[in-house]
């Protein structure tokens, strides 16, 4: 499966019900993803025998249509694009000077279906996000321990019956993550093996119940706050 048959199904999962038809006219997320991996493509700079530099910064300038339809996705969109330019310049050896930061700026200038795409190389700190999908809905997770279950007090709370209250919890140390299963009456799947307590790697698929989960690390560029008060967003 190629990188934007990827996006597409992960577009399936941000885009959905009535919003949906607002993309039948107009600029389409596919539009922006494609024109984001040539930005990648033409402005790669060999810096050395075994470094590739391309940009991490992107403005993405789109007419006030395309834009008011775009930014009424949220966040999930941008996360969505960012994964796709850190999957594309993985498979093409591609690296980067600082985290990935994607912005959609409007631009009064443009007329509906065109979109203009404004980058740079910009040293700074990366910030590693993880995040959990989930039916649809995306979960931020922070720093420590996020419990996961049908229990109302649980971090990330699941609509499904074969959860127990309190079924795993995930550790991340800001870097690395770790599955732990929580003594659950029905055990928990990670790639499709029972597990207990295991190291838990970005694009894993944990499954608890009946519901699936990804678990998913985003390289971004730092900022403070970035998924304040998100952190239950859809969940409760």
Do not use: C
């Amino acid at each position: 499966m190629g990188i934007l048959d990827s996006f597409e199904r992960g577009l399936e999962r941000v885009v959905n019900g009535a919003f949906a038809k607002t993309f039948k006219s107009g600029l389409q997320p596919l539009e922006i993803t494609s024109a984001l991996r040539r930005e990648l493509d033409t402005r790669a700079a060999v810096v050395a025998r075994d470094r590739i530099l391309v940009p991490n910064d992107f403005t993405v300038r789109l007419s006030a249509d395309d834009y008011a339809r775009m930014t009424g996705l949220g966040p999930a969109l941008i996360d969505e694009f960012t994964q796709l330019v850190q999957q594309h310049a993985v498979a093409q050896g591609y690296s980067f000077a600082g985290g990935i930061s994607i912005t959609l700026q409007r631009d009064d200038a443009l007329t509906a279906g065109v979109l203009r795409i404004d980058s740079a190389n910009l040293k700074g700190e990366v910030s590693w996000n993880p995040v959990l999908d989930i039916g649809g809905k995306r979960f931020p997770l922070h720093k420590g321990r996020s419990v996961i279950g049908r229990g109302s007090d649980a971090d990330v709370t699941l609509d499904d019956t074969g959860a127990s209250r309190h079924h795993a919890q995930i550790l991340w140390d800001g870097r690395r993550a770790e599955l732990d299963d929580l003594g659950s009456t029905n055990g928990t799947l990670l790639n499709g093996q029972r597990v207990t307590k295991v190291a838990l790697p970005p694009d894993s698929v944990i499954e608890i119940g009946r519901t699936r989960i990804v678990f998913r690390v985003l390289a971004q560029s730092a900022s403070p706050d970035q998924y304040a008060d998100v952190r239950r967003e859809g969940g409760r």
